[in-house]
């Protein structure tokens, strides 16, 4: 999909239990969590080796929790 979009992907953020960092390659079989624009023509992928993202939890309460805005 990426190739089709003319899109490359400079940096690959991976999140582990001593916190996030970026890395320039990871195995083709990780999965990608969500994608941030990086330059143009360009992207952040945020991947894992798992299907399902570590970590991803319900906010705490008070803490602000970005939303759509019309």
């Known amino acids: 999909m990426l190739r089709e979009r003319h899109v490359t ?3 690959f953020n991976y999140v582990e239990s001593g916190g ?4 320039s390659h990871v ?3 990780w999965y990608v969590y ?3 624009p990086w330059a143009p023509g360009q992207v952040l992928l945020f991947v ?3 299907r399902t993202q570590p ?3 319900a906010p705490l309460p008070g803490i602000p929790v970005p939303s759509p805005t019309g």
């Open 20 to 23: 996030a960092r970026n890395v």
């Open 48 to 50: 894992g080796p798992t």
């Open 55 to 57: 970590g991803k939890q």
């Open 34 to 36: 969500g994608a941030d």
């Open 9 to 11: 992907v400079p940096a």
């Open 27 to 29: 195995p083709g079989t």
